[in-house]
Each structure stands twice: as structure tokens, then as C-alpha cells.
């Protein structure tokens, strides 16, 4: 008997980050959350599983349209024409959600409740799903202590969305501990919240399925679900399934002995190759990450603009790549930590580079002749993963860095003797 | 660190070449300064390559580079010797590579950081921009001055990196800021991305759907679709009809056409059998016998005109013999035969002639004999130029010994001049000696000048130091007692000040706490003042004692029966309660009055505290200024505060500093005087060994009377030379004279043995012994003129010969030849007979040829004639086969028949198609029912129903149409629902990154920009003193005191900007500056920035390129000045092909500073070094 384990679909939510550029593979990309979802769909199928289990966060809160829950309707009743039941229970992005109050969903599908702990059992799979989704979009209580008792001769199974004991770049819901989790004497918990595949325990099995669809640069590498076999009330397999179809890679490029551009690019080409054919075929998006000791770095520098351009203008030679963006972390005969070792007014102008990025109350100062730009810019621009916050002394530290760059090569690109 | 030692191994041409900038300095004794060394080379000497060279063992070779034409790139080899400071050594290799490229003297490699610390940390871009300078970077950061208008901050800045590019960096990045965003404008980058982003958000809103929304849609769709389909078959029933009516339409005709082309045939009755190509077989048969009986005619007439002709032919058959060959040989016998006719009495002539000119220069010859013999007089070609030879022989040496003769008399009369001038010259005495004097004097200029300018600079150092000392409050001595003063440490000082400013802090501090105590007590007890006030607080001790009066009269009320002590009592019990309840009433006030009774005795305690405080730091000072005295006691110095002693401690420094300067320079001084003192001396001897007279009271400086010992050295070397150009004179007259009496001499003896051999030649020719060669060139011509004669004769008799023979042999061949019928032409003249002969033969041939030709074209025609009567019989059995069949016996009445039969067939042929169309049309019915279907009906009455029918089917057409587009748009829309929103949220996504992009862009420009002109400002605020001060002396020197300094002011715009001060006081904006002017305060900016560079970091080689081109003599010779004292501190590598620069530091440069450096042609090390000479201004 086969489970399927998948959690954080999002359907819907757009990819982040990506600014559209000529060439870039646009159709590929488009609606890859829904694409990801018949993926699950299609798995359930071909592995003839009998149960579904989704631990929340289906869809993204904010979301007001219709037409998607029409489709995760639809692709239910795929999966009951499949003969797959499904359980859910609804995560922090779920519990605002509209949608599913006027959206009714075949009866191959359980809600499990959210005013208190639900337990169901499927007697004719031999399991014990228990469960609750979340009332608000924030919750703090730890819910799993309230779940029920396994129920003797069955397998059981607990749905929960959680963040355990708090994991790095998600909120911290649900808080559990895993040892609490363990001890409650359940078979598996399938867990929701962190995009992040991870197994955090075996026999019991406490597991992240991760999400199904990388969204932004932060969600990198293959994504999917989790297929578990089980017999006569014992777990025999826990295998992870690949189910993305747009992948987010950064790809890092070590420069060195290259002496001109179209020798850098074909380097950055190679790297990219080399990605593709890791991904398989699948659509990738990529950050390129320029690294190493070059004589190019105060081209790039000089007009950073110009050189992503000409990525990107490589790229689209190749199938299914879209650069989300390109990164100049590359060193060149500049050494800004040597020139501040100068006497001249470069070297005044290093080290004052230098101590600035460490000093948050100027760079605070500086962030303020943009107070006016600041104002008329949306908010889209400062949230989420991706977002751009002008006042961040942090955020201005790191663009200072590239400001270095970009002064002392400019600054030394003249005044050369002959 | 300089370089002494540049080996070019392979590099670029060069191949083991050597520039050696060590060797002289070496050999001076004590302190080696870096040197001015000024490599000079014409252009292509190589002058680039040995700049590259350069920096490529300094940083390495660069990987792309340009001097790899000669050798490979893995050959490319640089070596440099390099001095430091303290005298060690340094031998280094650089090859080109990617890593390991420096190497030592063993070939091992060497760390490059390493050698990086060696050269002060000064990478490669920091040597291109401080140290590397050409005419080209001096010219653009002049031009840069000129761009930024003098802007302080920039100009400094960019003069202390290097670069000049301060200016279009900062431009360059507001320009790209601006191109990105401004605030107002609608068009700019991120402007307009803030629109898109806008109207996506909105489309994001709109494309949003609602449930209901969806459903009302899907409703509408449905009941559209099923509108259609019920149109679709109201549609499908007209059309049926419409089928129908057209299937009549077109059958009815048919039917018709049928009937009529059977009746046609019924008409036509019996056919003959006739194929059905009799008509063409026919006309073809008439058509050939036609032919075929006008050719038979055609031939037969030309049958007999060819016969006719042939029988006219005559010619003789015995002419035809005579072959074409022969033929030709006749006629050009016979052209050959006319010509010698004509020839032969004109060669008889010459030949006569001839015979006379021979007969006419045998006499001449005078010695006549028989023509037989007359070879006896023929002269051989040896003895001919034998004979020649010496006639001319005897012509050149007679004109030499003429010349030599006359030159020789010449030489003696200008020998005698010569002598008498000599003799009126009179000697001069040896100048070399003054020479010397000069030469060393010349070298000590320098000196004299230095020691000069130093005098100068002590009395500057001496006003200073006393300057300074007036600064010095507390000490009463001179200035030269600072020196011997225990003063100090400035540590301790250090401390005493900070141990000041820490009990001065404490101080305050004690103060402070002790006015917050006293101010809070004082707040604390007004407000207790106020609280009880208002009315009594009840207190605790109160309260207290109120019940312990309670219990107290509560114990006596019940040990005592009196009722006043029970009323007491009872009153006593009310009162505590009272009391108590009034606690609780007014709790806040109690608990208030505790706590301001608490804060009070807390104020207090602070403020005891703090006055204890006071005191104790009051003594604490005290102990303080004392030990500050005694510290100052040895020094005999009232001290003022730490601070202020620092201040007088810098002084102190400073003065102690100038003495040690002022020391150093007065050594220095003297021993520049006593050596200028003595080069004096020797001058004023030397000009007095000579009869000048000495030393001038007037000629204060050494350069003066230099001048006046020069001048009279000038005066002496120009007698002394004329003496000795006249004695130089005298000896190449009289080595003249003797040589031209010597070639006199050969001569005649030359002429002797000439005459021996010339009698010798006469006598073998038989002349007479003295015959001149006038005589004898002129037998030689006649002799050779006579044998040429005869020669010619010969000729002319073998031709007038020949031509008779031809004639005779073509007789003989025209008679063997002339037939029977040309018998009459036997006895005519040879020309006559020959041209009879040939015309016949020929016109015989061509009869012959002919008469063939005819006979052939007969038996062609003949046979043509039988083809063509052939012809006409087989035409007339077709046409006899074609009328049997259709029984007829004329050619007319087949005609007919063959009509009828055509026709027959082709309404058969009509029949069969019709009946093939009403099947077609029926649907599978039988030809009868078909027709028998159309009996009834009528043609017009089923073109009304039709009409009918169309408006009818184009009513439903047109509704159908707007229902599949109405069901199509509904689809569309909920289509556009299904996936709209989705979309636009992806927009939007990508919309907001491309946005973040932009505006992350611009906001690192707008930083760049803001960060570098603050820096630039910063810049100028830190520095703007000392390297104003410093290029400020430097630009004044430079400009030959035309501009006095350099002033920063304020512009229009309020921005500081750099201002040139004339020697007259006006201040020049630097846009006013000339060019060569703005160059020299580049210059002077670039050097005041180096000297700042040179005071914390070890120096490297500075290296120049031709920085002076610019520059007018005067003001290249101050520069090369400045420089030069540059040189004392660091190495100056000079290069230039300006021979003009080279000449200025030849003759400005102190000897001990310059070398200089020739490349050339030849291998470097392998060239001499010049020495260098200072000449006297």
C-alpha cells in the first residue's frame, strides 16, 4: 500500500525575482505552481497510491481568485476518478484563504477541522490520520500536544504544519519539539511549512516534504513529495519524488585566466551547460555568480548592466535557461583592503569605503537622499524574499561593496603610464 | 629602492642589451644619492621598449603584449639590479609567463609579495599613476584642470592619485543616475517602470474573478451553445430544399438535349463505311501528286541546259600535264628574270667604281704595285694597336708634363707668402691651464649657486628657530640652549594630561551630582512642604501611638469599672480606628510622603558624598600640579597646562630639528665656500700667468669672474689657433712643391722609354724613324680604307654573275615546256613565251574542273526525275482505293461522303455525354426514371421557390455566425478567467523585478556619486594645506616666478575653487592659464602630492617621458631643476629624443646627479658612456 506526503504547494503564487529580459524563456515558466500540482497528480497516478496527504499552505492567502481553486478542484477529481483519497489540513497562507469558501471540492477530499484535533481512519487502508488545521494565520500554540492517542492497530499517521523547533527563514507556527513529536508513539508525521525537503527522524519518521515548486532564488534545487509504502501496519519505504518544472540553481563561475569578454562568456556558457544537463531538461533558472581573480573585473564593474546583457544574450542560445540575475563577486588586480594602504587620495577613499560599510548610523545617512524615491515606490519592491529595502543598512552595505568596485576601477582605469 | 641596472636579455629587438644607471655613482665616495638619469635615444632607438621594459620587471610582462616579435613569448627575458637604501643588492629576472615569472640570479622563483613589500606596497597601478608619468598624462590632467574648472577638491584629488578622471567619473555617473530617474519626468527609466507596474497592479485587480462571476459565465455559454445548435438545423432543412430544386434545374436540360440529337441522326439515314481519316488520307494523296508532277518538269528542263552547256568546253589536254608546282616555279622565275633586267647595268657601274677608288688609294699609299701583289701591303691588327697605343700615350704625358711644370711654379711663389706671414705673427702662451681652472671652476657654479640659496635657508631655518622660541612661554633662554634642554617625554606629558582630563572629568562630575543632590533635596522637601500643607499626612509613628494609647486605655477600661474610663477608652479605640481608616483613605498621600521622605534622606546621603568627593579630588590636583612642576624644575621652565606643553613640546621638537638642519647645512656651506673660495684663487693666478689682471672686487660669485677667465681663454684660443693655422699652412705648401717636383721627374722618364719603343714600331711598318703619329694614324686609315675596297668588288662581281645564270636556266625551262599548240611562241622573246606559257596552262585546268563538275550535276538530276514519277503513281492508287470504298467514281463525291460519315459519328459521340450527366445527377436512379422524374415538372416555377429560399438561408446564416462568435468571446472570457489572473500576477512579479533591478542600479550610482565627491571634498579640506604649500613653491619655480602661489577661493556657485597668483598680486583662474602655464601647475600638483607620498613610503624610480615638449627652453631648464632635487631623494628616470632637453640638462644639471644614457644601434653595455661636461652660462 503507497502514501503520497506533499506540503506548501502555493498554487499560484508567481515566480519572484525575475525581470523579463529578450529571449528569456517566458512560456516555459508560466503557471509552474499548477504545473507542479498535475505533476502530483500524475505521480498519484502512475504509483497507484491510495491516499494523499497535504500538509497545508495549498494556496497563498492574499489570493482572491477563483479559477484557482477551479483548477485544484479539478485535479482532485482526477485524482478521485484515480481512486486516491485526499486529507489536508490548512496552513498560515490557508487559514486567510477565500477561496475555498465558495469552492466545493469532490468527496475524495477531507478538511480536516480547525477548531480542534481530528483523527480519521480509513479501515480499509489500515490507517489513522490525525490531524488540525490552522483557525488563524498565526499560531503559536503548539498544537500537537492536543492530537489524539494512536489508535491501536492501525498506522498513524500525524498532519501537522509546524516549523518544530523553528527553522531558519520561516515563521515560527506551530512550535513543537521533535522529541514531543517522537514520543507520541505515531508511525509518521507528515509535516508542512518548511520548503526545505528534510527528515528529521526515522521510525517514527518525522518528515518535511518540502515544497512542490521552487519560487524564488531562495528555494534552490529539486523539489517535490515524499512516496511512502507501507504493510500489514510497518513503513518499508520513504523515497523522495522530483515533481518541479522550473528549477532555481545558482551557478558559480570561477574566472581566471581569461582575457577578454567573449572568453569569459564562454567559461559562464560551459558552467551553464553543465547545469542543464544536472537539471535534466528542465526548465532552469539560474543566478550566475562570478567569482575569482581577474584582469575583467573592472569591465564588469564599469558597467555591470552591459555584462548581465551579454549573459543573457549567451544564455538564450541555450534551451530552457532564464538568468534570474548575474552577481559580480569577482576580484580584480584591485585589492581594496591594498589600496587603503596607499597615501594618495585613493587610498583615502578605500579606507573610507571600508570603515563605511561598517558603520550602520552612516550608512543610514546615506540611505536617506533616496527618502524621496523611497516614497514613490510600491511596497511589492520591499517585500518578500526578494524584496529591496533602501533604508537596510545591511542591504546598502552590500550595494556599497559594489560601489567600491565600481570607484577604484573607474578611478584607476586612467593615468596609466603610456 | 632605485634601479641600477636594466638588462634588456630579449626583449622587444633588443637582445642582451645593458642600460647600467649604477656604475658611476658607485665610484663616488660616502653617501650614493638616487641620481637624475636621462636616457636619450633618437626615434625607433627603442626608447618605448625600454619604458615597457620597465614596468614588465617591475609587475611582469603582459599577457597580450606587443614586444614578442622578435622573440618567442616563453624566450622574453628582463634582468634588473636593484640598490636599496641601505647599499644591499637585489638581482632579479622576469620572464613571461602565468606564474613563477620572477626569478633570482639562479633561475629560482621568487615570491612576489615579497618583492612587493620591497617596493613600499606600491602595486602596479599605484606606479603607473604616481611614479609613470609622459606628455600625454601631463596634458590630460591640465586638460582636466581646464574641464573642471579649477574645482579645488578635484584638482587636488585627481593630482594626488595620478588620474585625472575625477572629473568625467563624477559626470559620468550622474549622467548614467539621471538617465534612470529624475523625480519629475515621465520618460526615464524607472520612471516609467513605476507606470507599467502601476497599470499591471490594476490589471492584476480587474482580472481577479469572483465565484458568481464565473458561473453567470459559464451559464451564458451554455445557453448560447444549445442556440446553436438549434439554428444549425433550421439551416440544414432549407438546404435540403434548395438541393432539390437545384437538381431539377439541371436535369431538365439535359433531357431536352438528348431528344434533339437523336432526331438529328434519325435524319442522316444510311452511312457509307469510310475509315475515319479518309478525308486527311485524301487531300494527302492530291497533295503529293501535285508535287511529284511539277518536280518531274523542273528536272527535265535542267537536264538539257547542263548538256549544252558541257558540250561548249575547249581546252589542249597536253596543258594539264604542267603541275601547279611548277607553274609557281615559272612565275617566279619569270619575276626574278624583269628585275635582273633592270638590276644588272646598275651593278656593272658600281663595280667600276670600286675598281677606280681602289687604283686611286694604292697611290696615295705611294708605294705602287700590281693588284695581284697587293696583299704585301695589308698592316697586322697587333701592330695597328700597338701603333695607336703609343701615339696616345705620347699626347697625355706631353699636356702632364705642361701642368705639372706650371702647378710646380704656382706652389713655389705661395710658399714664399706663406713664409712671410709667419713671420709677422707672434707667439701665445699655452691656455690649457686656464682651461682647467675654468673647467673646475665651471663645476663649482653649481656649488656656489647651492651654497647661495643655502645661505638663504639658514637665515630662514635661524628666523624660524627664534620664531619658535618666542613660542616657547616659560623658557627664557635663546635658541640654541633648546637643543640641551632635559625636556620630557611627550608620554609623560601624555599623561599628566590625561590624568588631568580624568580628574577634571571627576571634578565635574562630583560637581554635577552634588547640584543634582542639592536641586532633588530641595524639590523633595518643597514637595513635602506642599503635601503636608494641604492638611496633616497621617504617619505611621502617629498611627503607632495612637494604639498604643488604644491598648493602653483598653487595658485600664477593663481593670477599671469607671464608666469614664470605658468612654475613654471607647474613645481611645475610635480614634486608632479613625485614624486608621484616614491611613487608608488617604493611602496615596501616606505613601506619597513615605516616598518623598525616603528620597529626601537620599538626597542628603548623595549630597554628603559629593562634597566629600570634591575634596578629595581637590587634593589630588594639588599633588598633581606639583609633581607637573617638578617635572618641568631641570628644564627651568614654568610649565603651563599638558595641553599647552605639547604645543610647546612640538616647538621644541621643531626647533631642535631646525638646529640639527642648520647644522647639517652650514657644514655643508662651508665646505661649498672653501672649495669655491679656492677655484677662485687658482682663477685669479691663472688670468695673471696670462696678463689679465685678477679677482674684481665686482665679481662677488664665482660664475662672474668664471665669465671674464672664459672669456679671456676664448680670446687667447682664437690667436693661439691662427698662429697654428698659418704654420699648418706653411707645411702643406711646402709638401706640395715637393710632390709636383717629384711627378716632373717621373714624367720625363716616362717619355724616354716611350720613344725607343715608337721608333721600333715605325720600323716594322717601313716607315721612316721620324714619323709622327699624325703621320702614321694616317697610313694605318688609308691601308684599312684600300682592303675594304677590294672586299666590296669581290661582292659585286659574284652578284652581277648570278643574275645571268638565272636568266639562262628559265629559257631552257619555258622551251622544254611549250606544247604543239604554243608552237609560235618558240621563236618570241623569253618574257613573251613564259607569260603565253602560263596563262594557257592555267585556263586549261580550269576547263578541265568544270567539265567534271557538270557531268555529275546530269546524273543527279536524272535521278531526281525517276523519284518524282515514282510519286505520282503511288498517289493515284490511293486515291482509286478510297473511292471504292465509298462506291463513288469522282473525287467530288467521296468528298460528300466522307461529311455525312463524320457527322454520324459525332452525334453518337453527343448522346453518349448527356445520357453520362442525367446518370450523374441522379443519385444512382436509371436513365429512364430520371427522365420520367422531369416529365411534370416546370423550369419556372422551381427558379421562384429558389428565390425563395435564399433570404431565408442567409437569415439563419447570419444568426448562426453571431452565436458561434457570442459562444466563442464567452468561452474566451472564461478562458481569460481561468488563467488572466494567474498571468497578471507574473506580470506583476516580473515587473517588480525588473523594477528592483533599476532602481538597485541607480542606487549604486547615486552612491558612487555622492561617496566620491564627498571624498573629493574631504580631500581637499585634509590636504589642501600641505600640498598647496608645497606646489605652490614648486609651481612659482616652475613658471620662473611669473605666478608667486596658489589660492583657494570661492566661485560664483560658492564651490571652492584653485587660483594661480601673479606675481603682481591678481589672481588667474586656471581656465586663464595657457596651456604651457596649466601644464607647469599639473606638474607642480603631481610632484606636491609625490612628495607627500615620499615623507611616509619608501621611494621607487619615477619615471618621465618627454614631460618637457611642451615647454619653452627657460622653463624646461626649472623643471629639469625641480627634478633634479627630486633626484637627490628618489631615483628619476628621464627619457627623451629631444636633443634640445638633453643639451638644457647637460648644461643646468649637477654633475654629481645626471648621467646620461644613449640608445643606439649598437648592444647598450657594449657603448661608451659619455662623459658629461658643464658648460658655463
Not at chain 1, 535534466?280 to 564593474?301: D, E
Not at chain 2, 469572483?210 to 444549425?232: I, K, V, Y
Not at chain 2, 621563236?827 to 613565251?833: H, V
Request: with cysteine.
Amino acid at each position: 500500500m503507497r502514501f503520497v506526503h506533499a506540503s506548501d504547494l502555493h498554487v499560484d503564487s508567481p515566480l519572484l525575482g525575475l525581470a523579463r529580459y529578450p529571449g528569456a524563456p517566458v512560456d516555459l515558466l508560466r503557471q509552474a505552481t499548477r504545473r507542479a500540482l498535475s505533476n502530483l497528480v500524475r505521480l498519484c497516478e502512475e504509483e497507484d497510491v491510495q491516499l494523499l496527504l497535504l500538509a497545508g499552505d495549498l494556496f497563498d492567502g492574499e489570493w482572491r481568485d477563483y479559477n484557482t481553486g477551479l483548477f485544484f478542484a479539478a485535479e482532485m477529481a482526477r485524482l478521485k476518478r484515480a481512486g486516491v483519497r485526499v486529507i489536508t489540513i490548512r496552513g498560515n497562507h490557508d487559514a486567510m484563504s477565500q477561496i475555498s469558501k465558495h469552492l466545493t471540492l469532490p468527496d475524495n477530499v477531507i478538511e480536516l477541522s480547525h477548531r480542534s484535533p481530528e483523527t480519521r481512519i480509513l479501515a480499509e487502508l489500515g490507517l489513522a490520520v490525525h490531524g488540525q488545521s490552522y483557525a488563524h494565520r498565526v499560531q503559536t500554540e503548539d498544537l500537537s500536544q492536543h492530537y489524539p492517542d494512536p489508535v491501536s492497530g492501525y498506522l498513524n499517521i500525524g498532519l501537522l504544519h509546524t516549523s518544530v523547533n523553528g527553522r531558519p527563514g520561516h515563521e515560527d507556527y506551530a512550535p513543537c519539539r521533535l522529541e514531543s513529536l517522537i514520543a507520541k508513539g505515531y508511525d509518521y508525521w507528515a509535516l508542512g511549512h518548511v520548503h526545505q525537503r528534510e527528515v528529521l527522524h526515522e521510525r517514527p519518521w518525522v518528515v518535511f516534504s518540502g515544497n512542490l515548486q521552487g519560487r524564488h532564488m531562495r528555494e534552490l534545487g529539486p523539489k517535490g513529495a515524499t512516496l511512502v509504502t507501507y504493510d500489514a501496519g510497518q513503513i518499508s519505504s520513504v523515497e523522495s519524488r522530483i515533481l518541479d518544472v522550473a528549477r532555481w540553481e545558482i551557478c558559480e563561475v570561477t574566472l581566471s585566466s581569461e582575457t577578454d569578454t567573449e572568453q569569459a562568456l564562454d567559461t559562464v556558457t560551459r558552467c551553464l551547460e553543465e547545469q542543464i544537463e544536472r537539471a535534466g531538461q528542465r526548465p532552469m533558472i539560474v543566478r550566475v555568480v562570478l567569482l575569482g581573480h581577474t584582469a575583467l573585473h573592472a569591465t564588469f564593474t564599469r558597467d555591470p548592466e552591459q555584462w548581465e546583457a551579454s549573459v543573457r544574450a549567451r544564455a538564450s542560445e541555450l534551451e530552457n535557461i532564464w538568468i534570474e540575475s548575474v552577481r559580480i563577486e569577482t576580484s580584480g588586480t584591485l585589492d581594496a583592503q591594498a589600496l587603503g594602504a596607499r597615501g594618495d587620495a585613493l587610498g583615502q577613499l578605500a579606507r573610507r569605503l571600508t570603515t563605511l560599510k561598517q558603520d550602520p548610523a552612516a550608512l543610514g545617512a546615506l540611505g536617506r537622499q533616496f527618502d524621496e524615491l523611497r516614497q514613490k515606490l510600491p511596497n511589492e519592491i520591499r517585500q518578500g524574499a526578494t524584496g529591496l529595502r533602501l533604508e537596510d543598512p545591511a542591504e546598502l552595505s552590500l550595494l556599497l561593496a559594489e560601489v567600491e568596485q565600481l570607484l577604484l576601477s573607474q578611478l584607476l582605469a586612467s593615468g596609466e603610464l603610456e | 629602492m632605485r634601479l641600477g641596472r636594466l638588462e634588456l636579455l630579449a626583449f622587444g629587438h633588443f637582445k642582451g642589451n645593458v642600460l647600467d644607471f649604477a656604475a658611476r655613482r658607485e665610484q663616488e665616495p660616502g653617501a650614493v644619492v638616487p641620481g637624475f638619469d636621462l636616457v636619450y635615444g633618437d626615434n625607433e632607438a627603442g626608447k618605448s621598449t625600454a619604458l615597457r621594459a620597465i614596468r614588465a620587471l617591475m609587475y611582469g610582462v603582459p599577457i597580450q603584449t606587443t614586444d614578442a616579435f622578435l622573440h618567442a613569448h616563453a624566450d622574453l627575458r628582463l634582468a634588473g639590479d636593484w640598490i636599496a637604501e641601505d647599499g644591499s643588492r637585489l638581482y632579479l629576472v622576469r620572464r613571461k609567463g602565468k606564474k613563477n615569472t620572477l626569478l633570482d640570479a639562479a633561475g629560482n622563483p621568487v615570491d612576489e609579495a615579497v618583492w612587493q613589500r620591497r617596493l613600499g606596497g606600491a602595486d602596479e597601478t599605484l606606479f603607473a599613476a604616481m611614479f609613470g608619468l609622459n606628455h600625454d598624462t601631463l596634458r590630460h590632467g591640465a586638460q582636466s584642470l581646464l574641464a573642471g574648472e579649477g574645482k579645488a577638491g578635484e584638482s587636488l584629488f585627481g593630482a594626488s592619485m595620478g588620474s585625472p578622471a575625477v572629473r568625467r567619473v563624477l559626470a559620468e555617473l550622474v549622467k548614467k543616475a539621471d538617465d534612470l530617474y529624475t523625480p519629475k519626468s515621465r520618460s526615464k527609466r524607472i520612471n516609467q517602470e513605476l507606470l507599467e507596474l502601476k497599470r499591471i497592479k490594476a490589471n492584476v485587480q480587474e482580472e481577479s474573478v469572483s465565484p458568481s462571476a464565473f458561473r453567470d459565465q459559464e451559464q451564458a455559454l451554455l445557453e448560447e451553445r444549445a442556440r446553436g445548435t438549434r439554428l444549425l438545423a433550421t439551416r440544414k432543412a432549407l438546404r435540403t430544399e434548395q438541393a432539390q430544386i437545384e437538381h431539377h434545374l439541371r436535369l431538365l436540360p439535359l433531357v431536352a438535349q438528348r431528344a434533339q440529337y437523336l432526331a438529328e441522326r434519325a435524319q442522316l439515314g444510311v452511312i457509307a463505311d469510310l475509315p475515319h481519316d479518309s478525308e486527311q488520307r485524301r487531300l494527302r494523296a492530291e497533295r503529293a501528286r501535285h508535287e511529284a508532277e511539277q518536280n518531274l518538269r523542273h528536272e527535265q528542263a535542267e537536264i538539257e541546259r547542263v548538256t549544252a552547256r558541257l558540250a561548249r568546253l575547249d581546252f589542249d589536254r597536253d596543258l594539264l600535264h604542267i603541275d601547279s608546282e611548277s607553274l609557281d616555279g615559272l612565275n617566279l622565275g619569270l619575276g626574278q628574270h624583269r628585275k635582273a633586267q633592270i638590276d644588272l647595268p646598275k651593278r656593272e657601274g658600281e663595280l667600276k667604281l670600286l675598281q677606280a677608288d681602289a687604283d686611286r688609294l694604292l697611290l696615295q699609299l705611294g708605294n705602287p704595285v700590281s693588284f695581284d701583289r697587293v696583299h704585301e701591303l695589308r698592316i697586322t691588327d697587333n701592330d695597328q694597336a700597338r701603333l695607336k697605343r703609343l701615339a696616345k700615350e705620347k699626347t697625355q704625358f706631353e699636356t702632364k708634363l705642361v701642368d705639372a711644370s706650371g702647378k710646380l711654379k704656382k706652389a713655389e711663389s705661395a710658399l714664399q707668402l706663406r713664409r712671410k706671414e709667419l713671420e709677422h705673427e707672434p707667439e701665445v702662451p699655452d691656455v690649457e691651464p686656464l682651461a682647467l681652472a675654468i673647467a673646475r671652476a665651471g663645476r663649482l657654479v653649481g656649488v656656489d649657486e647651492t651654497a647661495q640659496t643655502q645661505r638663504q635657508r639658514l637665515l630662514e631655518l635661524e628666523h624660524r628657530a627664534a620664531s619658535l622660541r618666542a613660542r616657547m612661554t616659560g623658557f627664557e633662554g635663546a635658541w640654541q640652549d633648546v637643543a640641551r634642554l632635559p625636556v620630557p617625554g611627550f608620554e609623560a606629558i601624555a599623561r599628566f594630561e590625561q590624568a588631568q582630563v580624568v580628574l577634571q572629568r571627576e571634578q565635574d562630575e562630583a560637581v554635577h551630582l552634588q547640584g543634582r543632590a542639592q536641586e532633588q533635596l530641595i524639590d523633595t522637601e518643597r514637595a513635602l512642604e506642599e503635601l503636608e500643607g494641604e492638611h496633616e499626612v497621617p504617619t505611621e509613628a502617629q498611627l503607632r501611638q495612637l494604639r498604643s494609647e488604644r491598648d493602653r486605655t483598653l487595658e485600664q477600661a477593663l481593670s477599671s469599672p469607671e464608666p469614664t474610663t470605658n468612654d475613654r477608652a471607647r474613645e481611645s479605640v475610635r480614634g486608632a480606628d479613625a485614624y486608621a481608616d484616614r491611613m487608608f483613605a488617604e493611602v496615596h498621600r501616606v505613601t506619597r510622603r513615605a516616598a518623598l521622605v525616603a528620597e529626601r534622606t537620599a538626597a542628603r546621603e548623595r549630597l554628603r558624598l559629593s562634597a566629600e568627593r570634591r575634596e578629595q579630588l581637590a587634593t589630588e590636583r594639588a599633588a598633581q600640579a606639583a609633581d607637573w612642576q617638578r617635572l618641568w624644575a631641570a628644564c627651568r621652565v614654568e610649565p603651563a597646562s599638558p595641553r599647552e606643553m605639547i604645543e610647546w613640546l612640538r616647538y621644541y621638537a621643531e626647533v631642535v630639528q631646525i638646529a640639527a638642519e642648520r647644522e647639517a647645512l652650514l657644514k655643508q656651506v662651508q665646505d661649498a665656500e672653501t672649495q669655491v673660495a679656492a677655484s677662485f684663487d687658482e682663477l685669479s693666478s691663472q688670468l695673471g700667468a696670462i696678463g689679465e689682471s685678477p679677482r674684481q672686487l665686482w665679481e662677488q660669485r664665482l660664475a662672474q669672474l668664471a665669465m671674464r677667465a672664459e672669456a679671456a681663454r676664448v680670446q687667447l684660443s682664437s690667436r693661439r689657433q691662427k698662429r697654428l693655422d698659418l704654420q699648418r699652412g706653411l707645411d702643406v705648401e711646402v709638401h706640395r712643391a715637393e710632390e709636383l717636383q717629384h711627378e716632373l721627374q717621373e714624367l720625363k722618364e716616362t717619355e724616354r722609354v716611350w720613344r725607343g719603343e715608337w721608333q721600333k714600331a715605325l720600323k716594322s711598318i717601313g716607315l721612316e724613324k721620324d714619323a709622327g703619329p699624325d703621320e702614321v694614324l694616317s697610313v694605318l686609315e688609308r691601308s684599312n680604307e684600300l682592303f675594304h675596297k677590294l672586299k666590296e668588288m669581290e661582292v659585286m662581281q659574284g652578284r652581277i654573275l648570278g643574275m645571268r645564270r638565272d636568266s639562262e636556266r628559265l629559257d631552257a625551262t619555258v622551251k622544254r615546256l611549250l606544247p604543239a599548240s604554243l608552237g609560235r611562241y618558240r621563236e618570241r622573246p623569253l618574257e613573251e613565251a613564259c607569260e603565253a606559257l602560263i596563262r594557257e596552262a592555267r585556263r586549261a585546268r580550269a576547263n578541265a574542273e568544270e567539265s567534271e563538275r557538270l557531268a555529275s550535276e546530269i546524273e543527279q538530276r536524272r535521278a531526281r526525275a525517276g523519284l518524282a514519277e515514282t510519286e505520282i503513281a503511288r498517289a493515284e492508287s490511293e486515291l482509286q482505293r478510297l473511292m471504292a470504298l465509298a462506291k463513288v467514281t469522282d473525287l467530288d463525291a467521296l468528298a460528300r461522303a466522307e461529311e455525312a460519315a463524320q457527322r454520324a459519328r459525332n452525334l453518337a459521340e453527343l448522346i453518349v455525354q448527356t445520357e453520362a450527366k442525367i446518370l450523374a445527377l441522379g443519385e444512382g436512379a436509371t436513365l429512364e426514371l430520371l427522365i420520367e422524374r422531369t416529365k411534370d415538372s416546370v423550369a419556372q416555377a422551381l427558379k421562384e421557390r429558389s428565390l425563395e429560399l435564399e433570404p431565408e438561408l442567409e437569415a439563419c446564416d447570419v444568426a448562426l455566425d453571431q452565436s458561434r462568435a457570442q459562444a466563442a468571446r464567452l468561452e474566451q472570457h472564461l478562458e481569460s478567467l481561468r488563467t488572466g489572473a494567474s498571468t497578471a500576477a507574473e506580470e506583476l512579479a516580473a515587473a517588480t523585478a525588473t523594477l528592483r533591478c533599476s532602481v538597485r542600479e541607480y542606487m549604486r550610482l547615486r552612491l558612487a556619486h555622492t561617496l566620491l565627491n564627498d571624498e573629493v571634498e574631504r580631500y581637499r579640506a585634509a590636504h589642501q594645506g600641505p600640498v598647496l604649500g608645497r606646489a605652490e613653491e614648486l609651481f612659482r619655480r616652475l613658471t620662473l616666478d611669473a605666478y608667486s602661489g596658489l589660492k583657494i577661493d570661492f566661485d560664483a556657485k560658492d564651490q571652492q575653487i584653485l587660483l594661480c597668483v601673479g606675481n603682481d598680486g591678481r589672481l588667474v583662474e586656471t581656465q586663464r592659464l595657457s596651456d604651457g602655464t596649466r601644464d607647469q601647475l599639473y606638474l607642480a600638483l603631481r610632484l606636491a602630492s609625490l612628495k607627500g607620498y615620499l615623507e611616509q613610503q619608501p621611494p621607487i624610480p619615477l619615471v618621465l617621458d618627454d614631460i618637457l615638449i611642451h615647454f619653452d627652453d627657460a622653463r624646461a631648464r626649472a623643471a629639469l631643476l625641480v627634478l633634479a632635487e627630486f633626484a637627490r631623494e628618489v631615483q628619476v628616470l628621464f627619457f627623451t629624443h629631444h636633443r634640445r632637453v638633453r643639451e638644457l640638462a647637460e648644461r643646468s644639471l649637477p654633475p654629481e646627479l645626471l648621467r646620461v644614457h644613449e640608445l643606439g644601434q649598437r648592444p647598450l653595455g657594449a657603448m661608451p658612456e659619455r662623459e658629461v661636461s658643464v658648460h658655463v652660462q
